[in-house]
DNA sequence: AGTATAAACTTACCTAGGTAACTAAATGCG
DNA sequence: CGCATTTAGTTACCTAGGTAAGTTTATACT
């Protein structure tokens, strides 16, 4: 019956993708789009390699969407001192839309988990968590 | 803190597709073709709005990777007596394979689960079925 | 029967993610 | 210093999913 745990994942990410999708399209966004800008948004300037390490996605997929991003104007992009890296950030008129849509998608989000209690929501998470391989990050100072 | 919640489950459910995948790799398959394969295996001929209804994705979804299944000689299709349908249905020599692949993607996901005892496991797919809008399939005989 | 509507599938095009191979800059080291 | 290696980002190409529009066949209705 694992088989049905991951389908049963696969769905629900699939699912609220969805929806977060829907819920954009009022803004011209995507799902993915959005996770950048709110990552922006909490973080503030960031290279894009922590974006796509906070994220947890690769290079090339950070590097497609955040051109994506910049064509439209929601962020601008400057050489660092560093001159292999680059530095992201909000545009500002970015700045002055974002609070509307992560209200938005707050919306979206409760929704969805309109049927959990908090309890049921914190626990979900926990169990979550506990899904992968051997390695985790917290493992790594004693790994050897 | 919702945020956390389905960034968590976009993080495995891309988790568990990326390690699916890296098993498949030895077959030649990718993890949306096995879901197929699986999904054959276990209710013989399917038409394809079958397959599409079941494992929820929009008919070109399930068009394209059947698509590819036949062309590598996995499936074959023929017309029904309803001349419009697709008739699918696992070839011979994938019959033969099938079980093997099964025992490999079986191995991959308890890998992944080792960490949750089986009452966890149950919670956790009980946890997420309850994600989601007001109706639900259950809803649809008293629904009006 | 004839026409309109619905259904099953396909095609075209979009975002999202992955890997592999590449470029350019920084770093390490003899 | 000069060369090899590593690192940040990009490019090209693959699967996976979605929507919208098109085709062909079945069904409904007058």
């Known amino acids: 019956m694992n088989k049905l745990l991951f389908h049963e994942i696969h769905q629900k990410s699939r699912l609220s993708i969805k929806e977060v999708n829907d819920a954009l399209k009022e803004f011209g966004l995507y799902s993915s789009q959005w996770s950048i800008l709110f990552c922006l948004k909490q973080f503030g300037s960031m290279t894009q390699k922590e974006i796509w390490k906070y994220l947890n996605v690769e290079a090339p997929t950070v590097t497609r969407t955040i051109v994506r991003l910049e064509e439209s104007g929601?962020?601008?992009?400057r050489e660092g001192t560093d001159k292999r890296e680059k530095i992201v950030q909000l545009s500002s008129s970015a700045e002055q839309k974002v609070p509307e849509i992560e209200k938005r998608i707050r919306r979206v989000e409760e929704n969805l988990l309109s049927k959990l209690s908090d309890e049921e929501q914190d626990q979900l998470i926990h169990l979550l968590k506990k899904i992968g391989l051997e390695s985790t990050e917290e493992?790594?100072?004693?790994n050897g």
């Open 74 to 77: 929601w962020i601008n992009r």
């Open 139 to 142: 493992k790594d100072v004693k």
